[in-house]
């Protein structure tokens, strides 16, 4: 009876109600995603995503507009630039990305410390079940019907450019436009998860629950099952600690993730020592 009231007390509340139901839509887009993301090797672009945004959040917050969209237009804004630092001027990808996600961040951090504003700010950088609206409940639904949709019409389209985008150029695939599409999902998600996780560890909601189920199993559809089934509960848990306990809800959340994926790696090498010694 403690138990089923531990569960009970906190859904009386609206606002908890809100921010479960967009914690775990988000946690369906990010561990769809999160798969693919550590397949094809994008945790460092995830993390320019993540970090990017936030400028576009003061700047929306200064002009009066849905925070949504500054995130979003400096998500867009980006991947353009990486794309553009990386194809035309002749960078490799991974300095791209770090010259425009630590100007980006650093230039979202100056404009958060001179921004004069009475709301607490906070929910920004390490995410708030108080800060859902049904508006933002509302954005989070789409976009995760949206990535819902996405993935599972171009599923074999993902996977075959993800392992082998030789072979998917010759059957006449587009690698670099699957790419750009998976960006641009990336991206949406990124906004969306602002207020459960924050923009500060969004990036650990897109890898984590991946990387634990790449641990666990090989096989892809189970893989994608495992992230899912991951990021759900930590979102879950994650949120009943920040209500009882008073913590932020993304920092929660982290802890959750970062604690199946150690367990996920001592199971690991536990087993390839067994194997060794057989």
Request: proline residues 3%.
């Amino acid at each position: 009876m403690g138990l089923l009231n531990w569960i009970t007390e906190p859904l009386a509340y609206g606002f908890f109600q809100r921010g479960l139901i967009a914690g775990l839509l988000v946690a369906l887009s990010c561990g769809l995603l999160s798969t693919f993301v550590v397949w094809r090797g994008m945790s460092f672009i995830g993390d320019a995503l993540s970090h990017a945004v936030l400028p576009g959040i003061v700047i929306a917050l200064l002009c009066g507009i849905p925070m949504q969209l500054g995130a979003f237009a400096f998500a867009l804004l980006t991947v353009l630039l990486i794309s553009a630092l990386s194809h035309s001027a002749g960078f490799k990808e991974d300095t791209a990305i770090g010259v425009i996600f630590s100007g980006t961040f650093a230039l979202g951090v100056l404009l958060l410390s001179k921004i004069n504003t009475s709301r607490d700010l906070t929910h920004i950088l390490f995410g708030s079940i108080l800060g859902i609206s049904e508006a933002d409940l509302i954005f989070i639904s789409a976009v995760s019907i949206l990535v819902l949709v996405s993935v599972t019409l171009f599923y074999k389209e993902l996977v075959l450019t993800s392992f082998d985008p030789a072979h998917a150029k010759a059957i006449g695939l587009s690698p670099a436009l699957i790419q750009s599409g998976l960006l641009f999902l990336l991206a949406l998600t990124t906004v969306s998860a602002i207020q459960t996780v924050g923009v500060v560890l969004i990036l650990s909601l897109l890898i984590t629950p991946g990387a634990t189920a790449s641990l666990l199993s090989k096989r892809l559809s189970f893989i994608i099952a495992l992230s899912l089934g991951i990021a759900s509960f930590a979102v879950w848990v994650g949120f009943y600690l920040s209500y009882y306990l008073d913590l932020p809800s993304g920092a929660s959340i982290v802890l959750i993730l970062a604690i199946f994926f150690s367990l996920a790696f001592i199971k690991q090498r536990i087993g390839i020592i067994i194997k060794s010694k057989a």
